[in-house]
């Protein structure tokens, strides 16, 4: 069973001259990111946001099917694209009152109201190479039944995560996946 990509955004047109470049330095900048919280995670040297109390970074879900991102922490700023999903995977960098700067899996931020954010965990399927299927086995052992192969981008809940390996599900699937293949969970994290 292949599994089709999910993830959707809608972005505006203002300064988006060259998305690819973007794109692609963001991508860096927010694997670099990534790769900064995973050790912050596993040194348990996690700052807390002042606002809310809880770790930043952190991983959270969007709420709604419509997600209004902004340039800043306020609705008098600018709308810099508009999330058109419920249940993405964002990670929280900043807080400021009601409002959360967030990081998408492209690498873009901007601010968005706290009510639009769910601590549900979900997470994206990502692959090495762009056109790799991403194996989903019966258990947490390479060595078990396949159960569906899973295109980058397919968006599952987490169940649980054990450090290694994720326990997750989705519409036609529910099985174990390399935890370092989802975008949505640190390297080493446990979630339960």
Known sequence: MILAKTARRNTADKGRSAPARRRSAAGMLALLAVLAATAAHAAGDLAVGAASGLPVPRF?????????VRGGPTRDHEIAFVFTRSGLPV????????????????????????????GRRTALVAAKQPDDLVPLYDKADPQSVLVARLQPGVLASVKHCGGSWCHIFGPGFDGWIAQ?????????????
């Open 91 to 118: 990670e929280i960098t900043a807080e400021s009152d009601n409002w959360r700067r967030i990081r998408d899996w492209e690498g873009a931020e901007g601010w968005v109201y706290h009510s639009l954010l769910s």
């Open 60 to 68: 959270v879900s969007l709420k709604p099917d419509r997600v209004t």
């Open 180 to 192: 370092e293949r989802l975008w949505g969970v640190y390297a080493n994290e446990k979630i339960d």
